[in-house]
């Protein structure tokens, strides 16, 4: 198996309030969250990349330096001279988090588009990782492309894992959401849903339904992550239920799921038991979720 841990996705320009009354300008996204957590967690022989499409600006170009600072491979990484990188900003209001996002032009709706490129920058990795925000960017006719070359690569080995994370905001419809997701999830090794997420958007009563119905879907393996409840894992004809060790003093959620899916791959890839694939992963969202932020530096980088 290759060694190429590759993400697909949009990072965008994140700009966060200070407590100056100013705004602090990063890079985030889910795909990049777990792409960054993958290289805290993987071995120094694992190579991690993103694929995404970027401007040829300047702020295009501290993406990519923020990116390959971060030992995030970017050399496959579409670049468009008429377009930029999308953007978000975040409100406080109360203490409450609000977002406002300016992505509907970004760069990244083009990923797929360059199919010829997409194909090469899949066929090296041995694990590809994308989310629903992935396909839910996308026109309706680069997401068949996109699919097709993940197909592709399967068929020559790699493996595939995917968080639906749904945001039907970003999709035409509520329903092309869930046909997407589903379709997507059925060419996948590992599917990894929120549970709070599919029993908003699919309805499922409990997460054993959404782990049943992403494997009739045709995914091989199902982690089901659900807040501070038990994490349920399953694939044809087995189930297993983990509970995560409670955790005090939560400072701020985001991106518990994007660390988790990237410590569950990181051990699950290096030979780890599922067993001991899920408690790294609730052990590394237990720990981001003690502090504020996406990209929290709370393991030794390798
Ligand atoms: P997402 O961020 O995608 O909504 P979840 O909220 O389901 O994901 O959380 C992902 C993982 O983070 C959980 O499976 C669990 O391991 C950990 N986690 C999240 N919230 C809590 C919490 N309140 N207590 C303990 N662990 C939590």
């Known amino acids: 198996m290759s060694k190429l841990f590759l993400a697909i996705g949009e ?4 700009m966060a309030p200070t407590a100056e009354g100013t705004y602090a300008m990063g890079f985030a996204g889910d795909t ?3 792409a960054w957590y993958a290289r805290k967690c993987l071995p120094g022989d694992w190579s991690v990349g993103y694929y995404t499409a970027v401007g040829t600006d300047k702020v295009s170009g501290e993406m ?15 670049k ?10 975040i409100q406080l209001k109360d203490g409450e988090r609000s977002f ?13 588009a360059d199919v010829a490129r997409l194909d090469e920058a899949v066929s090296s990795a041995g694990l590809i990782y994308f989310s629903g925000i992935t396909i839910a960017i996308l026109s309706p006719e680069d997401r068949k492309t996109f699919l097709s070359s993940l197909r592709r690569a399967r068929d020559a080995g790699a493996k595939v894992a995917f968080d639906p994370n749904l945001r039907p905001r970003l999709w035409e419809d509520a329903e092309t959401m869930r046909k997407s997701v589903t379709e997507a999830a059925g060419l996948c090794d590992l599917v990894m849903p929120s549970f709070e997420d599919e029993l908003a958007h699919f309805g499922d009563e409990t997460p054993a339904v959404s782990a049943d119905r992403y494997l009739a879907a045709g995914a091989k393996m199902v982690v ?13 004809g087995e189930r297993q239920t983990f509970q995560p060790d409670p955790v005090r003093d939560i400072v701020d959620t985001t991106a518990a799921g994007d660390s988790f899916n990237a410590a569950f791959l990181s051990e699950y890839l290096t030979g780890g038991e599922i067993t001991a ?3 790294a992963a609730a052990r590394l ?3 981001v979720i003690r502090h504020r932020g996406a990209l929290v530096d709370c393991l030794q980088s390798r």
């Open 100 to 112: 406002a996002y300016w992505r509907s032009q970004s760069a990244a709706r083009l990923l797929a």
């Open 285 to 287: 969202a237990g720990k």
């Open 80 to 89: 468009l001279d008429d377009r930029t990188v999308g953007l978000y900003l």
């Open 277 to 279: 694939s899920v408690s």
């Open 224 to 236: 089901v992550k659900n807040g501070p409840e038990d994490v349920i894992c399953a694939s044809a």
């Open 11 to 14: 990072c965008m320009v994140e």
């Open 32 to 34: 990049l969250n777990t």
């Open 64 to 78: 990519l330096d923020f990116l390959k600072g971060s030992n995030i491979e970017t050399d496959a990484v579409r």
